[in-house]
């Protein structure tokens, strides 16, 4: 902490996400909750310790294009603090996407 959203503690930052809960139950996105996970609780490595590793512009994309349609439902737009345009493009830069999540290690490096 601080995460990307500049939330000082991660009771904070699960206040501040809770507000999601319910366009996440609606499966609007399967990448959403990966999204907003890796915008309130980033990944940070030694290399990165002081600049976490964020989310890549294609996943938000994702998130934003299948979610936004709902929120507008309810008169409500993607959220600015959560915009696309700031996160880096994978090819050109350090971040994060679902598929680079290792989930089965081969036997021989567990």
Not at 15 to 34: H, M, N, R
């Amino acid at each position: 902490m601080p995460n990307h959203l500049h939330h000082s503690t991660q009771e904070n930052a699960v206040l501040a996400i809770e507000q999601y809960e319910e366009l996440v139950g609606t499966g609007c996105s399967p990448v959403l909750p990966f999204f907003l996970c890796a915008m309130y609780a980033p990944i940070c490595t030694l290399e990165f310790l002081y600049d976490p590793i964020k989310p890549c512009k294609s996943v938000c994309q994702r998130a934003r294009d299948g979610c936004e349609p709902i929120m507008r439902r309810y008169n409500h737009s993607w959220p600015e603090s959560l915009a696309c345009d700031d996160l880096p493009v994978y090819d050109r830069g350090v971040c994060i996407s679902p598929e680079a999540i290792v989930t089965d290690l081969p036997e021989g490096e567990r």
